[in-house]
């Protein structure tokens, strides 16, 4: 009897294929994935490469420089001020009265002794009138009471004559005497009464004067404070009727300088000044005068210096606000260097000591020094300063020429010595 057996049939129709081996498969499969795990570490290790190299390398530096050169210093002291005349008048009134005519306005020219307002002169000129009458009455009195002396001395000397004949009594000769005596008193007196009514004369005449209100000085109107038919009254102070300056071609300027500032103010010294009106223009004057009178306003001490200045264009009016600038210290012609150069330290430098190492070191300071670029180098300059205003310095001493580079302002660090060179003195 047959025993063997067949190999069932497949159902999907390969019947009696032998099995694929499976070695190959797998082995492909490790290949792929040994291949996606070195894939990942490379970049991973160029990950952390880039960003061992990004965190451990040096800037470089960048630098901002400024030429230096030669020109002028000044020392300012700045202050506000107010223009003024040189001369200003205050026409008031003497005398009390209403203003019955008014010649000036502002702006007016006028002229010394010109009249520019007249207060009503009625009362004044009846004052006058009747000194006048007074006078005249002692006048009057005076020759009566002389015609009655030349009578008392030809009756005392008629007696006289008679008391030597026993034609009198010697006390008719006495008493002719007394009234000669009191006849020369009342002359004395009579005199002295016309001096009395002459003064008070004078006296009415000036305050009828007075009601015409004239100029002082030559020069012009700058203000009026009185209009037609306005009443003034001089009982406890004297009114103020106009404000006459001399000459508006002539101006000065009273300034404020605080008292830190006052000691280095001298006369003669430049000053130039702008004003809200022309901020274009620079004006110039000199300092004429330091005032030794202090002015205080909430506790902080001022003093006035007295800045003169030319106006021939009359472009400067009287009461503007003036920015000064005062010169209390100049010099000309000298090297000088931007403040910003004395200022400027690298933020790191290599010497030549460390050069092998490439250990960054700052240079030992000696003083003031300007960092300049010479050959492609930076190096530094030491110096000695002089005047300094708000953007130059003055070099007095150091190895600094015109047209040289002097650094301001760096960006980054340097990392190699070709690139920094530290000149010590």
């Known amino acids: 009897m047959d025993t063997t057996v067949s190999n069932p049939p497949r159902s999907d129709g390969a019947a009696g294929k032998a099995p694929e081996p499976l070695a190959p498969k797998v082995g492909k499969q490790v290949r792929h994935y040994w291949l996606a795990i070195g894939m990942v570490t490379a970049i991973v290790l160029l990950a952390l490469g880039f960003w061992w190299w990004a965190s451990h390398r040096t800037a470089q530096a960048s630098y901002t ?71 005249a009455v002692a006048v009057a009195q005076l020759h009566k009471d002389q015609a009655n002396l030349t009578y008392t001395q030809l009756n005392y000397s008629r007696d006289q004559r008679l008391v030597d004949t026993k034609a009198v009594s010697q006390d008719v000769v006495d008493i002719a005497k007394n009234l000669t005596d009191q006849a020369q008193a009342q002359i004395a007196l009579d005199q002295a009464t016309i001096d009395q009514r002459t003064a008070e004369l004078s006296a009415a005449q000036i305050n009828l004067d007075y009601t015409n209100i004239r100029s002082p000085v030559d020069g012009i109107i700058v203000s009026r404070n009185v209009s ?21 071609t002539k101006m000065q300027v009273d300034t404020n300088v605080s008292e830190s500032d006052i000691g280095t103010i001298r006369n003669g010294q430049e000053a130039t000044f702008t004003v809200d009106a022309f901020p274009g223009r620079n004006f110039e004057g000199l300092i004429t005068q330091v005032r030794q009178s202090p002015q205080t306003v909430q506790n902080v001490v001022t003093f006035d210096a007295v800045v003169g200045a030319a106006n021939q264009d009359l472009a400067l009016k009287p009461g503007m606000t003036a920015s000064l600038r005062i010169v209390t210290d100049k010099r000309d012609n000298v090297v000088r260097v931007p403040n910003q150069a004395l200022q400027f330290e690298p933020t790191s430098v290599v010497s030549s000591s460390n050069a092998e190492s490439g250990t960054p070191q700052a240079t030992a300071g000696t003083g003031a020094a300007v960092w300049v670029l010479r050959g492609g180098k930076m190096v530094s300059v030491p110096v000695v300063t002089g005047l300094e205003d708000e953007t130059y310095t003055e070099i007095i001493k150091g190895d600094l020429q015109p047209g040289e580079t002097a650094i301001t302002g760096q960006t980054g660090t340097q990392s190699s010595l070709s690139a920094v060179q530290a000149a010590r003195p």
């Open 65 to 135: 420089t400024v030429p230096v050169t030669r020109g002028s210093i000044s020392r300012d002291v700045i202050a506000t001020g107010t223009i003024n005349p040189e001369l200003t008048i205050v026409v008031g009134s003497y005398v009390s009265g209403v203003i019955q005519d008014l010649q000036c306005d502002y702006n007016t020219i006028v002229k010394t002794g010109q009249i520019c307002a007249t207060i009503d002169p009625r009362p004044y000129q009846a004052i006058v009138n009747q000194d006048e009458a007074n006078l």
């Open 228 to 248: 037609q038919g306005q009443t003034v009254a001089s009982s406890f102070q004297t009114p103020t009727l106009f404000l006459i300056a001399s000459d508006l």
